[in-house]
């Protein structure tokens, strides 16, 4: 699977932005999609996950915020970002792992990874 991240910007706190992650070469919906991001000088964070069918989890720290969701027909996720806060910055990143299992909230639980997408939001 090839996946392609797009959408990212500078933004000012309070803003918002949309994601976008196309992905190519397997079919769609045998993969559940993940949007991870990671900070300078910090660990590669969860912040959201998508069903097969569409069903999305968030992490702590967006939940209320921010939403995903997929558009199985354009091979495409999205990560609508809401409210954006200074700490939202960071480089975003788009995954996808098989769709067996419980939601997958770990990198490791991601088979393939998009180029990333920088999000910084100014104070």
């Known amino acids: 699977v090839q996946l392609q991240a797009s959408g990212g910007g500078l933004v000012q706190a309070g803003g918002s932005l949309r994601l976008s992650c196309v992905a190519s070469g397997r079919t769609f919906t045998d993969y559940v999609m993940g949007w991870f991001r990671q900070a300078p000088g910090k660990e590669r964070e969860f912040v959201a996950t998508?069903?097969?069918?569409?069903?999305?989890y968030y992490g702590d720290s967006v939940k209320g915020r921010f939403t995903m969701s997929r558009d199985n027909a354009e091979n495409t996720v999205y990560l609508q970002m809401n409210s954006l806060k200074p700490e939202d910055t960071a480089v975003y990143y788009c995954?996808?792992?098989?769709?067996?299992?419980?939601?997958?909230?770990?990198?490791?639980?991601?088979?393939?990874w998009g180029q990333g997408t920088q999000v910084t939001v100014s104070s």
């Open positions: 998508v069903s097969w069918s569409g069903t999305p």
């Open positions: 995954a996808a792992g098989s769709r067996s299992g419980r939601p997958k909230k770990t990198t490791y639980e991601y088979d393939y």
